[in-house]
């Protein structure tokens, strides 16, 4: 079973649309989550990390839930620069140096 | 520029070639990472580095893959013998402080096995 599984989507939404991505994790010891974006053939690159008590970022909102080892990502106002792979991220408390990533949500907005 | 530079940025070798790809991390990062990525799938982990040393090689494929780092800077992943299953975009990240989560990725090393 993979240490990080995601919807590989696409999800195709308009302007202005709100959209959620979820993303489950099999090792109820993972201690740190993180979502990270990747633009079309480029390097993935940190969007936020995400906090037990769930955190805010302009438009992005991410959440934990620790009982059913999820985490999602909600983005509000989608804009057409929001197109993007969202990768989830996992990083296991007994290493904390490794991390493990899901293979990605892709969302497209379109006009 | 500062950030994570790789080389060569494509490669197209002949099945059974040996390549090296280079990664030169952000100066003053100790931690360095080798990821790959196959076509639409995520990243799968390599290895890790803490300075020098490899505390972490677990994601290391096979015995055909190794590493090195030195002087706590420049990385070169080695691939024996390639595969056409060797075939990704070898991505390289280095880190100051990686219980941040902020892992700073170079642009890859899209390596294509005939």
């Known amino acids: 079973r993979k240490e990080v599984e995601q919807d590989p989507g696409p999800f195709n939404v308009p302007e202005g649309a709100t959209v959620a991505f979820n993303c489950t994790y099999s090792?109820?010891?993972?201690?740190?989550f993180f979502w990270y974006r990747q633009d079309c053939r480029k390097e993935p690159k940190l969007l936020m990390s995400?906090?037990?008590s769930g955190n805010e970022d302009g438009r992005f909102t991410a959440q934990l839930n620790r009982a059913s080892q999820y985490i999602s990502l909600l983005i509000r106002d989608s804009k057409l620069s929001d197109s993007a792979t969202y990768l989830c991220?996992?990083?296991?408390?007994?290493?904390?140096?490794?991390?493990?990533f899901g293979s990605g949500t892709k969302l497209n907005v379109k006009p | 520029g500062a950030g994570v530079s790789q080389s060569p940025s494509n490669k197209v070798t002949e099945k059974g070639k040996d390549v090296e790809l280079r990664c030169d991390p952000i100066?003053?990062?100790?931690?360095l990472y080798w990821y790959r990525q196959s076509l639409g799938q995520g990243l799968e982990f390599l290895i890790y580095?803490?300075?020098?040393?490899?505390?972490?090689k677990s994601g290391l494929p096979s015995d055909r893959f190794s590493a090195e780092r030195t002087g706590g800077s420049v990385s070169t992943l080695t691939i024996q013998r390639t595969q056409q299953e060797d075939s990704a975009v070898y991505l390289c990240?280095?880190?100051?402080?990686?219980?941040?989560?902020?892992?700073?990725f170079g642009e890859g090393s899209r390596l294509t096995v005939l």
């Open positions: 991220v996992v990083n296991p408390r007994y290493n904390f140096n490794k991390f493990y």
């Open positions: 995400v906090y037990s």
């Open positions: 580095f803490q300075g020098n040393s490899a505390p972490d």
């Open positions: 990240a280095s880190s100051s402080e990686p219980s941040t989560g902020e892992l700073f």
């Open positions: 100066s003053g990062h100790t931690a």
């Open positions: 090792n109820s010891a993972s201690q740190s």
